[in-house]
């Protein structure tokens, strides 16, 4: 892998109008990941999910090079119906297309950044080669006071034409002083056995509120990892969903940083699996100071063979009292060899906290399904139900209900 | 303040903290295979057994320290410790207590575990182990008469070799981690109980250890057998004179539960846990594991972890029987400077197994705690259940609470409940009983108490009014 890695990386750079300073940076970090690889399950973070392996089973030797000159062709048919939204799009990689339409144009700035040092808490070998092949890094900044009128998707979209077996992205987002962004990302892929690496930086300043939606739908032989690195000042206001889905590996890391008093962080994920898929949620939720409360609630309903795996943790910092801290993990096993993991971690050094967690998993009630049985439903309708409820439950969690409505109609969950 | 009252007051905060002068035996220092052969040979060991511990001491040589635990401790130096001492007076086996030197039976004596007949304490027979001898067994001619066989493991290696070869290391293989693997390379002594099938023992069996000499780490095994659907309850005690070095126990204890037989295992740790500013005190990394290897059998863990400078352990059970039943209640306390890294594993192998997980921690100080546990049911044990609930309680805000539980479910028809919760004494239930005439510290004993009874009252009767008054004291100055 070291020389294809060499090759691609002298490749890319060759394309791209860097100076020495960025060059060298970037150097550094191949470095780094030819150094560490891929994680394995010897790491403490991917115990449940070995990642190197995933990817020496499903896809064998990557390459890295992606050739940013060509364009791709804009397909207009992936785009959401009957939801007026503004748009980001990604085509194998590729930033094709940045459109605010709805929104004061002045009021949203699209920043190109050269520099690509990564600073994250928490990062991992993944970063390191996320950052020693993207290309163009850009930030959007929403402004001061401006909250967007329409909600932001991001298409990701692989096809056939994809050039290479990895592809790394990068987007970083500033919510300035009371301004708020709604943001779905929407996965769309039809290219076969690809390894896409994205990673993703907010900064939510004072009173900002960001609501990220991740959608991972549509059945595909990909393997994902998504980063996902929050900031948040006083007052502030962050809510997560992650439908995990689609892709036949997925880990969604969210790390959020709760500086200031006050701020909150949402997380509520499902995993619907089948198919022996793999899939995987890590937060981590640092309370930084006082005042501040996060809540947690996963749910997975697993069926052939699939995995599903939550590892969440509560981190308290001394100084951080008052904080409230609530996780829940729950799964449904359908199969005989259905897998369901759980790491759900308290780590406290203040006194005057309330920080609970809880984690179940097992098959479905049978008490329920004679009920419903009893009551004329046929075993399958009743079975439907039961997990349409079970799932309705996180989905409802879904504040905005612009986003909600689309979101059950994605996955066909009724009320 | 001299150095009398200084240990006075110090006395007064560990009272087990004296240590009894004695002329001992000693292994030379280090760690070496000559050390290991003259431990062998001071017990007048069979060949196969120094095979076993050479084995182990071929693969401790290539294991590593573990280093992901939670409190990290200095390195410690194992060619800079003694592997083995013993009271002089032991060598030559004393034949019955009129034998024994009063000085052993002094220290007992003080320690709340009287040896000699007319003191003995009823229902429980007692083996005392001091160093890395046992020095005395108490009702071994009741407990002969039905079959059952209570001794220190070296006595059963010299007597009942076919069990100990049968059984020994059938839990704990030579190969596990590194602190296990040490203790085959070289444990002293230990007890060694078997109770026959159908019998249920009539009394509590007792181990209780006392490290005395410094500088020496301690390496007991224990091997507790409990053939067809017989009963046991055998429980544990351990302190350890106020030195200010760290002191290591790395003990390994085996449990085996054949069919539809039962034991019940009780631990009430208190080493000494260092002074206030975290000066010595005892490593305690204890390996303890039972096999629930029969159907319907049943094996219980009950601890009461409250000294140490360092505890690290996870006394686990594995459910390879079908129906057996695996149960760990615990409650871990530290003050001060301590740090606690403790928990337990349920591995589920039979069908219709079942486990529950009982976790009680109390951090005060500048002392930190964690929880860590397993709990895995695999893909074979249909129909198995857990639930687990461990919830921790902070006192001041320098302490740490951590819970670290893997879950892991591999089975549909088996379910897994867990639950964890983290807070405070709440300041209405402090001021109630202080309206009641309750001072603040009484207050704290009253509500911890009560925060724990689920699992004191696990313990036997002996023991849960022992373990109750040791929570007062462990937390006494915690307070305000």
Redesign the interface.
Known sequence: MKEQLQKDFDNSIKNLSLSQKDIEIKKFCLNNFIDKGFPNRKEEDWKFSDLNQIIKKNIGELSFYNDQASTNKVDTSVFVDGLEHNKIVFINGRIEKIDFEYEKKDQIEIIDQSETINEFKNSNSLSDLNNAFTNKCFKILVKKGYQLVKPLIIYHTTNSKIWSKNINLRLNFELDKDSSLRLIDLFNDTSQKNFLNIFYNFEIKENAVLKNYKVDKFENKNIKYSFNNIDQDKNSISETFILSSGSNFSKNEITCNLNGVYASAFVNGVFSLNNEKHHEIRSIINHLTENTKSYQLIKSVLDENSKAVYQGKIFVNSDAQKTDGYQLSKAILLNKDSEFNAKPELEIYADDVKCSHGSASGSLNEDSIFYLMSRGLSYQQSRELLINGFLLDVVEKITDSEIKNLIKNMIGIKE | MDNRQKEINNLKDYKYGFSTDIENIQAPKGLNEDVIKFISNIKKEPAWMLEFRLKSFERFKVLKEPD?QKPKFPKIDYQDLYYYSAPKSMKDKPKSLDELDPKLLETYKKLGIPLQEQARLNGIAVDAVFDSVSVATTFKDELTKQGIIFCPISEAIQNHPELVKKYLGSVIPTSDHFFATLNSAVFTDGSFVYIPEGVRCPMELSTYFRINASNTGQFERTLIIADKGSYVSYLEGCTAPMRDENQLHAANVELIALDDAEIKYSTVQNWYPGDKDGKGGIYNFVTKRGLCKGKNSKISWTQVETGSAITWKYPSCILKGDNSVGEFYSIAITNNHQKADTGTKMIHLGKNTKSKIISKGISAGSSDMTYRGLVDIS?KAKNSTNYTQCD?L???????????????????????????????ISEEQLHYCQQRGLNPEEAVGLIVNGFCKEVLQQLPMEFAVEAQKLVGISLEGSVG
């Open positions: 992901w893909s921790s902070l006192m001041g805000n320098k302490c740490g609470a951590h819970t670290v539980p893997y879950i892991k479910n591999k089975n549909s028809e088996s379910n897994i409940a867990h639950e964890a919760t983290t807070s405070k």
